[in-house]
């Protein structure tokens, strides 16, 4: 049980409840290849190389392209996010407690999802380095230049994440400032702060890692990565006897891997980076 839950006894409190600011859910789970209802401890991704076209003789055999074949697996780990919510501690709020710590839960569970993908980003071996500067246009066409050199396929399923404050940065670029709105394309973006350029969406994130002042940011394609997920979030709430209370219980099971290293950039970016004025 919350320790803390004295806090908001009532002594005439309005209704509503301000919860600390944090990411609703998970913002990249739309944004890789996912596979649901995975039974057992691990998930295996298909990886497929590339064909290559060849001449044929007359009457000779047509050439076999040999396309090579291998697999991944990603690895499901379980999650839980509780906590308990005394009876009489409800009777003494005029809030509803059990939703409260319902959403907290399910929050933290999502940002979960979003922090086990962006740890398989960061194994990308393509780095486009800090050179002591931020988020600049010439780092974003460097790294979009990456994945044209290794034929990552430009089908509208390319995506970048950014930090809060490299966002700014793209804001001050004229051609991603006018760039259409991402959030009517994809349903779960809506009413967000995300943009579709250069045929990539863009969505900035505040759990990206920050390494002696340098932000990790990401541009990669959807099929580059896997999320594999036994049990999505889900909430039970459930009566304990020998606590008085009910316990608000979140579970997750889910994995994620790397599938193809060409579908990833790494750009890193000075976290401090001075912003136009």
Known sequence: MSTSISNSFIAQYVADVHEAYQQRGSKLRGTVRLKTGVTGATAVFQKNGK??????????????????????????????GADYVDHLDELKTNTDE??????????????????LIVAKLAQ?????????????????????????????????????????????????ISEFKSADFAGDR?????????????????MFHTGLPLVDGARKCFLYHRSALGLAE???VKV????????AAHLVDHLLSAGAVLI???????????DDATLAA
């Open 236 to 243: 039970f709430t459930d009566w304990v006897p020998e606590k």
């Open 51 to 80: 064909g290559a076209a060849g001449k044929k003789t007359r009457h000779g055999n047509v050439p076999l392209m040999n396309v090579e074949h291998s697999t991944v697996t990603a690895t499901l780990e379980d999650w839980y």
């Open 124 to 172: 990308a071996a393509t780095v486009v380095p800090q050179a002591a500067t931020g988020l600049t246009k010439a780092k974003v066409l460097e790294a979009f230049a990456a994945l044209n050199g290794k034929d990552v396929p430009d089908d509208g399923n390319r995506f970048a994440v950014v930090g809060a404050h490299q966002w700014n940065e793209l804001l001050d």
């Open 260 to 270: 193809d290293d060409d579908g990833v950039v790494e750009i890193d970016c000075d």
């Open 98 to 115: 059990r939703l409260v710590v319902a959403n907290a839960g399910a929050y933290a569970l999502g940002r979960k999802v979003d922090e």
């Open 186 to 202: 994809y349903p779960w973006l809506k009413g967000t702060e995300s943009r579709t350029w250069l045929g990539i969406t863009w």
């Open 230 to 232: 036994g049990q999505d």
